[in-house]
């Protein structure tokens, strides 16, 4: 089992900038890759930034390619999402996911624990 905690969210305006960890807890030992998932109101839940155990390897949906950045600290058992030139449109609750055993995955249908849950309000 592994455990995630995210953090970070907030209101800000269009052009900011933030910057989301998750902080992973449990059988942290094992190896497993990580991602970042959003929902906004009355969507689906989107896959939109995944990284590799190794963290040499990253995958970007296209809506946030270019603004978004993955990286995770395996000595702190951590993963960030730094999100830059925010829109409107990026308004919505981010979450934290890990696929455990797996080095990389860019599939959702991989990813098995979820955190609770960050708020990211873009105001325009």
């Known amino acids: 089992q592994v455990q995630l905690v995210e953090s970070g969210g907030g209101l800000v305006q269009a052009g900011d900038s933030l910057r989301l960890s998750c902080a992973a807890s449990?059988?942290?030992?094992?190896?497993?890759?990580m991602g970042w998932f959003r929902q906004a109101p009355g969507k689906e839940r989107d896959l939109i930034a995944t990284?590799?155990?190794?963290?040499?390897?990253?995958y970007y949906a296209d809506s946030v390619k270019g603004r978004f950045t993955i990286s995770r600290d395996n000595a702190e058992n951590t993963v960030y999402l730094q999100m830059n030139s925010l829109k409107p449109e990026d308004t919505a609750v981010y979450y934290c996911?890990?696929?455990?055993?797996?080095?990389?995955?860019?599939?959702?249908?991989?990813?098995?624990?979820w955190g609770q849950g960050t708020q990211v309000t873009v105001s325009s």
């Open positions: 449990g059988r942290t030992s094992s190896t497993y890759a």
């Open positions: 990284i590799s155990w190794s963290g040499r390897s990253t």
């Open positions: 996911a890990a696929a455990p055993g797996v080095l990389f995955a860019s599939t959702p249908s991989r990813f098995e624990y």
